[in-house]
């Protein structure tokens, strides 16, 4: 039967019975991210597959020189191994339950014993101050209990025998004895943390459209790979050592490997930048997320208010004087036990009481809606919801109601406390008022105003009740304040319905704030949620990107991609603007990158097709050219613009509008290179010659894609892109062309480089109006 059970607890053998079947309260590991895992991710990917397989093909022709690029590979791997790893550590440490060790009642002897030590049918002893271990049945005694770590209730909740009590909630008052019903994984918070925990891969959209890049690669790079090396080795009989030099060039350019350490880059920036702020942020891609953003789910307590309740002002009613009413109010609030957050706000100013003689004490609850203390001296003081205090609800009751705060009413009767604390005394006299608020966050207002200037989506899911919870919104100038629901009363499919339509959603329990964040992800949006409580942990893990107060539970922090270290919930347009700055300048910056994917492609496809038009093409550029170009086009100046601050929306197609771009500038590096060849078969250049001129013609392009990307100009990028990119461009070329293989002998070279800088010019400058004119 239920009531069932013996003041012996279990036996000695019964431990051990229930220990090998397993019914230990010990949480399993199923479902984390492990090393192995982190390391399979970053590593064994197509992208440095295809580089390795380039890389050894050059280390075993010995070209050492060529393989400088692979550095930016192990870059890449090392950084999203850290990145991750960081996040495992963190993700780790979280624990809802404490390990204080818990009284165990076993073969008729008290003893203490560590949680993950508790068996199924255990009987364990509860007092003040303790937290439950497991999920239990109360078999003996009162309690009140807070549960707001995993409900997001604030109030207390009575437990008295065949109460269910939930591990990770506090008993506040009383003393029990439980017996143990569920252990390990079964918990309701071994269930949070294990759904927590669940490995949550790293995403980049960035990284993500690079990977798209790598898969086409993968698709054609071994044909295309076979064919150049045959074409070197036996239609140009060229030596092996040269012929994998000139085959592996494009191979490499239709990888775009800049771009991601330039992202990596950019991101590492950004959280050094958000961390002088105040901002921590524990998961570096996750700015990279926020950028686009277009739905936030936000928590009320800690987010929109301050998440501290205070005591507003008091009235005292009928002729009660203020000195009599402050008075009792401070007896009371002196000698009660709560330590719920409104205790807490009124002890702040009423707790210096003088001590008075406590009778019996009934805690507040959030099912009674109030609490008293009986005096030997004075009689009983009541504490609670004037609704259920008083006949008569005051004016000044319903007018603070309806700005969303919380009223409670102090009342006085003569007679002792009720035995079956269930019904107050039947000759309360009111009191007074207190009016109790927990203040909206100063600057809020302006803040998600500006939020929906940008078009992001503003939903609030709290546990509190819906009503206040609207009225809270309304102060806060949310526009759509009257579209709340009561969560607790809607079953799982009623909730899903509700969700498209609804702002404000009320009474949520953590596996609803889930399912709400989950279905509106499957709307193709993406999501942020902020909070501060264990109740919020499901929520965050769902979200694209969280966002947790540094004020709000441990385990909450742990679990958050960012934490607002002064909890200021008016930090997020900062942060949201490191994001977009990260994103529109990669964006801007990219199709410098992909200029060489494009060329590389096209002459690579060229010199395949070329030996059926009789004349065997071979790829004009070496890995050492090619990395030369990159050091003063791909390097500095696209580092330099990653840090310029750009706060406009995010396009949403990034690769598709940055190879658009990039595709004017590949085409006409492939015409400017087919182009030399034929004025070389007709002057007879050797291969040093044309290699000279597609080298400057490679240079002139690129310098012109970064002029571009620089638009509009000022001074300071102007100076960059003469002095370093231009500058030491030409310059590199005259004195590093005995290593760059390129020699100018010929008299025509000069004006011909100018010839074809000029043209490359007007082709640059109608491709930007044409393109001006048609968006316009």
């Known amino acids: 039967m239920k009531n069932s059970w013996s003041k012996e607890g279990l036996t000695a053998a019964q431990v051990e019975e229930q220990k090998a079947a397993g019914h230990i309260n010990q949480i399993s590991k199923q479902g984390q991210n492990t090393y192995w895992l982190i390391f399979k991710r970053n590593i064994f990917t197509l992208f440095n597959l295809l580089n390795l397989f380039i890389v050894i093909a050059l280390l075993a022709v010995k070209a050492w020189s060529d393989t400088v690029f692979f550095s930016v590979i192990i870059i890449n791997a090392c950084s999203g191994i850290l990145v991750e790893v960081r996040a495992k550590w963190m993700i780790d440490r979280l624990n809802l339950i404490s390990q204080d060790l818990v009284e165990v009642i076993r073969d008729g002897k008290t003893e203490k014993l560590p949680p993950d030590q508790l068996v199924l049918g255990d009987l364990i002893t509860l007092s003040t101050g303790d937290q439950v271990p497991s999920d239990a049945r109360v078999v003996s005694g009162f309690a009140e209990l807070n549960e707001a770590m995993l409900t997001g209730e604030s109030d207390l909740v009575p437990k008295t025998a065949d109460s269910e009590i939930l591990a990770g909630s506090f008993l506040v008052s009383g003393h029990i004895m439980a017996i143990v019903q569920k252990v390990g994984d079964d918990n309701y918070a071994s269930k949070l943390m294990l759904e927590a925990k669940k490995d949550k891969a790293v995403g980049s959209r960035i990284i993500q459209a690079l990977d798209r890049v790598a898969s086409f690669t993968g698709k054609i790079i071994l044909p295309f790979g076979i064919g150049l090396l045959l074409e070197a080795l036996y239609l140009k009989s060229l030596p092996t050592k040269i012929a994998v030099v000139y085959t592996s060039t494009p191979l490499l350019g239709m990888l775009p490997k800049g771009i991601a350490l330039l992202t990596i880059t950019a991101l590492l920036t950004a959280v050094i930048k958000l961390g002088r702020k105040k901002v921590l942020v524990q998961e570096m891609y996750s700015v990279e997320t926020l950028a686009h953003v277009d739905t936030l789910c936000l928590d009320k307590t800690g987010t929109i208010t301050e998440g501290k309740m205070r005591l507003e002002r008091t009235i005292p009613l009928g002729d009660t004087p203020v000195e009599l009413f402050e008075n009792y109010l401070s007896t009371y609030i002196t000698a009660s036990e709560d330590s719920n957050p409104t205790a807490r706000a009124i002890r702040q100013i009423y707790g210096k009481g003088a001590s008075q003689h406590v009778v019996t004490a009934i805690p507040f609850s959030s099912q009674r809606k109030w609490g008293a203390i009986s005096f030997s001296d004075i009689g009983s003081l009541y504490l609670g919801a004037p609704e259920l205090l008083m006949s008569e609800q005051p004016r000044a009751m319903l007018e603070a109601q309806a700005q969303g705060s919380r009223t409670l009413v102090l009342c006085h009767s003569k007679k002792p406390l009720r035995a079956d604390f269930e019904h107050p005394a039947d000759d309360l006299v009111p009191l007074g008022l207190l009016i109790i608020a927990d203040p909206i966050r100063k600057g809020v207002t302006s803040t998600l105003d500006y939020l929906k200037s940008q078009d992001v989506d503003l939903r609030i899911i709290s546990g509190d009740n819906p009503v206040t919870v609207s009225n809270i919104a309304r102060k806060a100038g949310f526009d759509n304040y009257q579209s709340y629901i009561d969560c607790s009363v809607l079953s799982e499919t009623e909730l899903s319905a509700k969700i498209p339509e609804t702002t404000i959603f009320g009474r949520v329990s953590p596996e609803q704030k889930r399912q709400i964040v989950r279905e509106l992800k499957e709307q193709e949006r993406t999501v942020a949620m902020t909070g501060d409580g264990v109740n919020d942990i499901l929520a965050l893990r769902e979200a694209d990107c969280s966002i947790a107060m540094a004020e709000g539970d441990p385990a909450t922090r742990q679990v958050a991609n960012l934490v607002l270290l002064e909890s200021d919930f008016n930090d997020v347009p900062e942060i949201l603007f490191e994001g977009r700055r990260v994103v529109n300048n990669i964006a801007r910056v990219a199709p410098i990158f992909l200029v060489k994917t494009v060329y590389s492609f096209a002459l690579a496809l060229l010199c395949l097709v070329s030996p059926l038009f009789g004349d065997v093409i071979i790829f004009p550029f070496t890995p050492l050219q090619v990395t030369v170009v990159d050091q003063f086009m791909e390097g500095l100046p696209p580092f330099l613009l990653s840090f310029e601050r750009n706060n406009k929306l ?64 000022n001074l300071w990028r102007g100076l960059l892109l003469f002095f370093w990119s231009f500058l030491g461009f030409m310059i590199s070329a005259y004195y590093l062309s005995p290593f760059l293989q390129i020699k100018v002998t010929s008299h025509i070279f000069t004006p011909l480089i100018v010839f074809m800088a000029i043209a490359s010019l007007i082709f640059f400058w109608a491709d930007h109006w044409l393109k001006k004119h048609y968006t316009s």
């Open 650 to 713: 995010v396009e949403k197609d990034f690769l598709r509008l940055a190879v658009l771009k990039a595709i004017p500038s590949g085409i006409l590096i492939t015409a400017g290179v087919l182009f030399i060849r034929i004025l070389g078969h007709f002057f007879a250049w050797g291969l040093s010659e044309q290699a000279a001129l597609s080298y400057y013609i490679l240079g002139l392009v690129t310098l012109l894609s970064v002029l571009r990307a620089s638009l509009p100009l």
